[in-house]
């Protein structure tokens, strides 16, 4: 009987010292300060992913500092920094200009003088700012300088109501084009809507003097909208109901050579 309490007293010891050598490391893993593998808590992230943030901030911090960001300059002009670092529009060097892709970039000048674009155009009437021949200087039309014959009389009595009935095609194909571009106000929307209901009646197109005269007259309060808003788009600088050569050159550009 004593062999056997031994026995069972052996076994017991020896089951609690093993039970203290079993928690030993979970107490010493206690005591230390583990860091977890990253990315097993997905809060924790190395200082390292936030280099390309910083890198980003910082550049966008530099380039706010350039005074020439918010500086607007009209055609002809570019901006630059005094030694004050304070923005100022100066007449662009000619040379700066993009070459011309093809002959479509010419334009013509009322000196009868063809420019390789635009730009050259603009910087060169910058640089006679403030002269006689500057001010008398205008961009004429898109196109290389070229012979035009000038109009008919039958064709400028015309011409009113053409332009009317083109401008209000342009104002449908936006209205057809504006489900998602917002190219048009809601209130601009709501006033084509009647014109794009009624071009069931007369279809966009080439008519007849006498059709579109009678058209303008019986709907004289609908269609006259696209012309105020044309008017509204080149009166900008500044707005005052008066168009200067200049808002009236993109309109009139394009139009001439055809």
Request: proline share 5%; aromatic share 8%; with cysteine.
């Amino acid at each position: 009987m004593r062999v056997w309490i031994v026995f069972l007293l052996c076994l017991a010891g020896q089951a609690f010292t093993a039970s203290i050598t079993e928690e030993e490391p979970i107490i010493d893993d206690v005591g230390e300060e583990a860091q977890p593998e990253v990315g097993v808590n997905p809060v924790q992230v190395e200082t390292g992913d936030f280099d390309e943030a910083i890198d980003v901030e910082e550049e966008e911090e530099v380039t706010a500092e350039n005074p020439c960001l918010n500086h607007h300059c009209k055609k002809g002009k570019v901006c630059e920094v005094d030694e004050e670092n304070t923005p100022m529009c100066v007449c662009q060097d000619p040379t700066t200009c993009p070459g011309a892709v093809g002959e479509f970039e010419h334009v013509c000048a009322t000196d009868n003088t063809t420019y390789d674009s635009s730009c050259h155009f603009f910087a060169q009437k910058c640089s006679l700012e403030g002269t006689k021949k500057g001010h008398k200087l205008h961009l004429d039309y898109i196109g290389p300088c070229k012979f035009i014959e000038a109009c008919m009389d039958a064709e400028l009595n015309e011409f009113p109501l053409r332009m009317r009935d083109w401008l209000k095609n342009v104002l449908v194909t936006l209205y057809e084009r504006d489900e998602e571009n917002n190219l048009l106000t809601e209130k601009q929307k709501l006033r084509v809507r009647k014109i794009y209901e009624n071009e069931k009646r007369l279809q966009a197109g080439e008519h007849s003097l006498d059709l579109l005269a009678h058209d303008f007259e019986k709907n004289y309060n609908m269609y006259i909208f696209p012309v105020h808003w044309q008017f509204g788009q080149l009166d900008q600088h500044p707005v005052d109901g008066f168009l200067s050569h200049t808002e009236l050159a993109p309109l009139r550009a394009p139009l001439i050579p055809m």
